[in-house]
């Protein structure tokens, strides 16, 4: 830790790392971790509580008259009505972690009458620091960092998390993403949305977005993008989104791309917004709904190769030419029509 760093933030730094510490090494042997469930497809495991715990620990030992808010104890440790308070996430990406997929964080900030001043982000599996004091700018592991240059949205390659509980809008968020991925480069889905926050503000991805955020998923990330020189709000472009469950972030040309394609999800959207997204979702689902079409035969357009030749095969003769008036009429013999024979003198 740097002397030449705020006080607070050193010992916001000091905590972040002995909670990755122990993520380490639970790392070694993760099937010998206890997950337990708090919802379906939500996981909290030992290293989550034992990570806070550590950190709550370390936070209070320095600041006693400090609030505390955390993910797995909500306020119940420091002082609740204090002016200063700390906002954690010890382990953001769980279940990226129970199945051994190396993309997770520790996510540490400080907020001071509701505005953030300190922010830590630290990625143990890489040893990655991201830290941030208002006014000082972001740094990655003593490093200044700058969010993206990139100015056009088709460029840049875009960050989101997608929605996994029960009652979660699934079918409005794909229609979400299909805007987005429509007018972009790329788009990836880490799990962690405080790392994915501290890539933007290094310049690792373009910008951000995603639904059912928590103050602790987005408040140490937010300062590091802000002090990156970037922008962050939420889908209407307000910037005080910190309780909204809305974020998107990006540099100020990016951000304010991504704000114009995804204002009309927004739940502060207006109602001509929101009517025009209900159309498309209706359309959407009209056309999952819709029968597919079938060719000759009965075939689907989905048929095998095999089946198509069959069918055309299958598919009637051109029809022949008519005959002459006052011709007689051909019997029908099998179903294929014969031509009379001429009749002589």
Known sequence: MSSSLHPMLNVAIKAARAAGALINRAALDVEAVRVSAKQTNDFVTEVDHAAEAAIIETLLQAYPGHGILAEESGQAHGA?????????????GTTNFIHGFPVYCVSIALAVKGRVEQAVVYDPTRND????????GAYLNDRRIRVAKRTRLQECLISTGFPYRPGDKLRSYLSMLGDVMSQCAGVRRPGAAALDLAYVAAGFSDGFFETGLKAWDVAAGSLLITEAGGLVGNFTGEADFMHQGECVAGNPRI??????????????????????????????????EAPQETSAEGATDAAAPAERVKTVLRAPKRAQPAEPAGAPAAPSQGGKARRAPLRKG
Not at 80 to 92: A, E, K, T, V
Not at 267 to 280: I, M, R, S, Y
């Open 255 to 288: 951000y304010a791309q991504l704000v114009n394609v995804l204002g009309s999800y927004s739940k502060f959207a207006g109602v001509a917004d929101k009517l025009q997204v209900a159309a498309k979702e209706a359309a959407k689902e009209a056309t999952d």
């Open 129 to 136: 620091l991201f830290c941030a004091t208002r006014g000082r």
């Open 80 to 92: 609740r009505h204090s002016d200063y308070q700390w906002i954690i996430d010890p382990l953001d």
